[in-house]
């Protein structure tokens, strides 16, 4: 069985339904459907028959990523991609049969499918067209659509009009499009407030709301986003000054995370942000296995107080998962120490520390050409003794430590302000052979001088999600260890620099099974 892309995730009558890509006969790539899950919590889901399946001409060759839209009356509806008998990519709309179900197991294709397509006059690439947004109202009360396009390698955000979210037209401009960045996958366009850290419903604006544009890069299949503003009258977006709508750009997660999805949450108002974890592994692997792909913790999004960059955090509900908590007392760590975090299933858990540093003259200078964290964190891994820094922690670590995962902070003199590393170092991760062992890196936006440097992870089995600063940067690994596997798994603190750090805060727990079957 393959997992791919989250589609269409919406709250309905109190239950949030996940659509998700699906291949029900094989864990590669093929045969795609809307597999369908609800929950009430957000952590245990339940799965349903599969929502949308190929059935028409338009969509005989598989039914791909999407999104849903509320309509007035509090009508759900679905527009996706179907790959149509020409292999051409178009758009489609699909609604509940029974609106009284509020599982929503039963799902209609409208009689007037395709809605969308690419032809010779409207200039699109039939194999560059798809995975609709969430729909919005502009101000003229007709709703507003973008589509995931490219032309000549410019990536562009398709925008089409229509009065009753039948009849579509295409706008002649783009919402908003980029040079050379190749084909832009799974758009996402949604509004966020500058003023306070809650989430908006999709079609807000004004002067107080900024708007956040998401693509999925085919190219690196890694997720960028910009922040800016949405000019409703001509229906152009325009990222803030600065901002890098390319590769080099602002990325929810610095590992592997890709055509992720958000959604208002409208019973507790909230942004809630869903993304696909693909496999370390090869396709042999998983065929062994029998399955690929997962879905990432659902985390909250809000715009940071400085308004340069998201904020994510996993959300509340998972923090019921938490059981038998460990708390390391207020402790000092020299260098060249590793400290045991005992008494928790180190294999399912959820770790969050803090660490202080009081010495920083030391630091070594960064060099100005050092530019691309992830680069940087390969060539200075865990092993590489630092002056501040490596310091954090080792998950799914084997009892000999032939085996580790090391999630970690280094601190760097820049031109006129320290530079904070955060890398997570899967070199060590597994003494099978097979596996993508890269190292992420990322930037921290925290001044270690008068703040802690805290570091947040999640870690179930084969994945390990990072949130440092408090959700400023994102780091999502994919590991296979052999060795630290359930109650062979270890977790430590370490410190690998010259100078001791202080860790004021570590709390650890077990995390109890969620039920997703």
Same mark, same amino acid.
């Given at each position: ?219 690196? !299949?890694?997720?960028?986003? /910009? =922040? ?9 977006? %325009?990222? $803030? #000054?600065? +901002? ?87 402790? !000092?760590?020299?260098?060249? /120490? =590793? ?9 399912? %858990?959820? $770790? #969050?520390? +803090? ?163």
């Amino acid at each position: 069985m393959g997992f791919s892309d989250p589609n269409g995730p919406m709250i309905y009558k109190g239950i949030y339904h996940l659509f998700y890509q699906y291949n029900p006969k094989g864990a590669e790539w093929g045969n795609i459907v809307w597999a369908h899950s609800t929950s009430t919590d957000l952590v245990n889901w339940t799965p349903h028959i599969p929502a949308i399946v190929p059935s028409q001409e338009y969509d005989a060759n598989g039914c791909w990523s999407g999104s849903a839209t509320i309509l007035p009356g509090y009508k759900p509806a679905v527009l996706y991609t179907g790959i149509n008998t020409q292999n051409q990519q178009v758009q489609n709309l699909a609604v509940p049969k029974n609106l009284s179900d509020p599982y929503l197991t039963e799902w209609v294709k409208s009689p007037l499918n395709p809605l969308m397509e690419p032809t010779a006059t409207n200039m699109i690439d039939p194999g560059s067209f798809r995975d609709p947004t969430t729909a919005w109202l502009g101000p003229d009360g007709g709703w507003r659509v973008s589509i995931g396009s490219q032309s000549n390698r410019t990536g562009m955000a398709i925008l089409y009009r229509s009065k009753d979210f039948v009849n579509w037209t295409k706008a002649e401009r783009p919402l908003y499009s980029a040079n050379d960045t190749g084909m832009w996958e799974c758009p996402d366009f949604f509004p966020v407030s500058a003023l306070v850290p809650v989430g908006l419903d999709t079609s807000i604006n004004g002067p107080d709301v900024k708007h956040v544009l998401k693509v999925s890069l085919s190219d690196s !299949l890694n997720d960028y986003y /910009t =922040i800016g503003t949405y000019n409703s009258a001509m229906d152009t977006y %325009a990222p $803030v #000054e600065g +901002s890098v709508d390319s590769n080099l750009g602002l990325r929810y997660d610095y590992g592997k995370f890709y055509a992720s999805k958000t959604f208002f949450d409208s019973k507790n108002n909230r942004r809630i942000l869903w993304a696909w974890i693909k496999e370390s592994s090869n396709a042999d692997d998983d065929i062994k296995k029998g399955w690929s792909g997962v879905q990432a913790i659902p985390r909250t999004l809000w715009l940071d107080k400085s308004g340069k960059r998201l904020m994510q955090w996993p959300i509340l509900e998972i923090e019921k998962l938490r059981t038998n908590q460990v708390d390391l007392p207020n402790k !000092l760590i020299e260098g060249g /120490t =590793i400290l045991e975090v005992s008494g928790i299933t180190a294999a399912q %858990a959820d $770790v #969050e520390v +803090s660490f202080e540093v009081k010495e920083l003259e030391k630091a070594e200078m960064l060099d100005p050409t050092w530019t691309n964290p992830q680069t940087l964190c390969s060539q200075k891994g865990a092993s590489i003794k630092g002056s501040v820094g490596p310091f954090g922690l080792l998950v799914m670590a084997s009892k000999g430590l032939q085996e580790y995962t090391a999630v970690f902070f280094r601190i760097f003199k820049g031109q006129n302000k320290y530079v904070v590393l955060m890398c997570s170092d899967q070199s060590r991760s597994s003494i099978g052979n097979s596996y993508d062992k890269t190292t992420y890196g990322a930037f921290l936006d925290v001044d270690p001088l008068h703040e802690k440097l805290s570091l947040r992870t999640l870690i179930d089995h084969s994945i390990v999600e990072s949130f440092g600063g408090g959700g400023k940067s994102c780091i999502t690994a994919r590991v296979y260890p052999v060795l630290a596997v359930e109650d062979g798994t270890h977790l430590h603190v370490f410190n690998n620099g010259a100078d001791s750090v202080g860790v004021p805060k570590l709390s650890a727990w077990s995390m109890k099974k969620a039920n997703i079957n």
